[in-house]
């Protein structure tokens, strides 16, 4: 089956997933939980870009306090991924899965994903990118995350997909 695709379950975990994600940005502006982002350290890494291709491999190392919750934003490519260090919980609409490190595993395209740090991890995840250096962060996010689901021809929620009528 395409892994880009519409099922009820894939539609019905985008949802949730949503759903999950403004809710943790509720909870931020209300003070209830705390925004990661204020404690996760992000290191960013460039290789040279290589003309032969026409890009740099960028690798995004995130260090992430046991007991953090997470939720992601939507991967336009499969890319790499290594857990370099720690235990993790990653929930996607392709399942759950459970990573200690080290490990390497390839995301796929469309990808959003829900984690929880069972320990202190270190994740790095690996992408092409047209730009070779830092000051184009702005522009290697646009290549590489999607704005939205629909930008993929993704639904996110069971409404969508019943009015489309791709379910009966």
């Known amino acids: 089956m395409n892994q880009l695709s519409n099922t009820p379950t894939k539609v019905a975990f985008r949802e949730k997933m949503e759903v999950a994600e403004a809710a943790m940005k509720q909870w931020q502006e209300e003070g209830i939980c705390d925004d990661a982002n204020d404690y996760c350290e992000l290191t960013h890494y460039f290789s040279p870009i290589i003309e032969e291709f026409g890009c740099a491999v960028y690798g995004r190392q995130l260090f992430i306090p046991k007991d953090t919750l997470i939720i992601g934003k939507i991967h336009r490519h499969g890319h790499l991924n290594v857990i370099l260090k720690g235990k993790i919980l990653v929930t996607t609409e392709f399942g759950a899965e459970y990573f200690e490190a080290p490990h390497v595993f390839v995301s796929k395209l469309g990808t ?52 489309d009528g791709e379910i009966s």
Not at 121 to 128: F, G, K, Q
Not at 147 to 163: A, C, F, I, Q, V
């Open 112 to 163: 959003k994903r829900g984690v929880r740090a069972v320990e202190d991890t270190l994740w790095l995840t690996v992408h092409l990118t047209t730009k070779g250096s830092e000051e184009h962060l702005d522009e290697i996010e646009n290549e590489v995350i999607a704005p939205d689901y629909h930008t993929l021809g993704l639904e996110n929620t069971m409404k969508n997909l019943l009015l």
